[in-house]
C-alpha cells in the first residue's frame, strides 16, 4: 500500500483503488470538504503525474474521459483549489509523492488499463440529497427530483412562476459554469422539449451565480444529476435504461441514507450547510426513508 499524508489531503493506494481524502486545513476548499472522500478504481485512471516546485509540488490524477460525472458536469472547468484530483505536497515529502506515483503506473501497466473514453460512470458523483443556495437561488436534488427556489435578488420575470420541481426523466442535460471576469456563471438544466437560449438571469430552468464562495457547490449538484442522466456516449438501449427508476434505487439503501444525515449534520455542525439548507436536505433524506 501507498500512502501520503499532507494538510491538503490523504491519497491511499491499495493496488485496486486510490481514496483521496481531503484535508482538514483551513486552506482545503468548500466544494472538496463538501464532497468528502472519493474512492478512484484503477480502471478509472488514465495517468498520474507528479510536478515539483521550490516550495511545494503537486500530484495531479488524469482520469478517463466519461469516467467522472463531476468532471463531465463542469468541463474541466473547476479551478485548481477545488479540483479534487490534484494534492498539494510539501518539499520534505516529494520521495513519497514520487513512490505514490510508481506504484500506480505499475498497477496501471500491469493490468493493461487502456487511457482511451469509457461509455459509463465509473465513479458514482455526489451523494443525495443535497441542497445550495447561492447566487440567484436555491438549487436542490433528492435523486429523483430537481427544485428550484428563488430569492429576493432573483429577476422578476423569472421568479414571477415561483418554484420550480423538475423530474429527472424530463432533463437532458445539466451544466455549471463558473463566474469568470465580468460574466456570470451558471447552473442550468435543459428540460426536454423546453430548450432555451435565455440568458441564465431570465432562464426559469438555471441558477445565476456571480463568483461568490459558495459557488462551486452548484457543481456537486450538476454532478449528481449528471451521474443520473444517460452517459452521453451511451448507446440508445443503455440509455433507455439509465432512465429506469432502478438506475437509482441504490441510493435508497437504508443504511447509505443514515451515513447521509451524519455527513449533513458534520457538515452543518462545521458551518459549511446553513440551517435552511440543513433543514432541507435533512427532509429530503427523512422522507426517502
Excluded at 511545494?56 to 479540483?83: F, V, Y
Excluded at 484530483?85 to 510539501?90: F, P
Excluded at 506515483?101 to 500491469?110: K, N, T
Excluded at 421568479?159 to 447552473?187: C, F, I, K, M, Q
Amino acid at each position: 500500500m501507498a500512502e501520503i499524508i499532507q494538510k491538503d489531503g490523504t491519497w491511499t493506494f491499495d493496488g485496486d483503488a486510490l481514496r483521496l481524502t481531503p484535508g482538514r486545513d483551513k486552506n482545503v476548499s468548500l466544494l472538496r470538504r463538501t464532497l468528502g472522500e472519493l474512492t478512484v478504481p484503477l480502471g478509472a485512471l488514465a495517468g498520474i503525474s507528479f510536478e515539483q516546485g521550490k516550495k511545494s509540488g503537486r500530484l495531479r490524477l488524469r482520469l478517463r474521459d466519461g469516467a467522472d460525472p463531476l468532471l463531465q458536469a463542469t468541463g474541466g472547468r473547476l479551478a485548481e483549489p477545488n479540483d479534487p484530483y490534484q494534492l498539494t505536497v510539501e518539499s520534505d515529502r516529494y520521495g513519497v509523492a514520487e513512490y505514490v506515483v510508481d506504484e500506480v503506473r505499475d498497477a496501471l501497466l500491469l493490468d493493461q488499463v487502456p487511457a482511451d473514453p469509457v461509455d459509463s460512470y465509473l465513479l458514482p458523483g455526489p451523494s443525495v440529497p443535497l441542497s445550495v443556495s447561492a447566487g440567484d437561488g436555491t438549487a436542490s436534488f433528492d435523486g429523483e427530483r430537481v427544485r428550484l427556489e428563488w430569492n429576493w435578488k432573483t429577476e422578476d420575470s423569472k421568479s414571477a412562476a415561483g418554484a420550480r420541481s423538475l423530474a429527472l426523466t424530463d432533463l437532458t442535460t445539466v451544466e455549471w459554469h463558473p463566474a469568470v471576469g465580468l460574466e456570470n456563471g451558471y447552473l442550468r438544466f435543459t428540460v426536454r422539449g423546453a430548450e432555451t437560449k435565455a440568458p441564465p438571469k431570465y432562464d426559469p430552468n438555471s441558477v445565476e451565480l456571480w463568483g461568490f464562495k459558495k459557488d462551486p457547490l452548484m457543481a456537486l449538484v450538476a454532478a449528481a444529476v449528471q451521474a443520473r442522466l444517460p452517459h452521453p456516449t451511451a448507446s440508445p438501449e443503455a440509455a433507455q435504461a439509465t432512465e429506469q427508476p432502478t438506475a437509482i434505487a441504490p441510493e435508497d439503501d437504508h443504511d447509505a441514507l443514515l451515513r447521509r444525515l451524519r455527513e449533513l449534520g458534520d457538515l452543518h455542525k462545521s458551518g459549511v450547510l446553513t440551517d435552511e439548507e440543513f433543514a432541507l436536505a435533512k427532509q429530503a433524506v427523512l422522507k426517502r426513508m
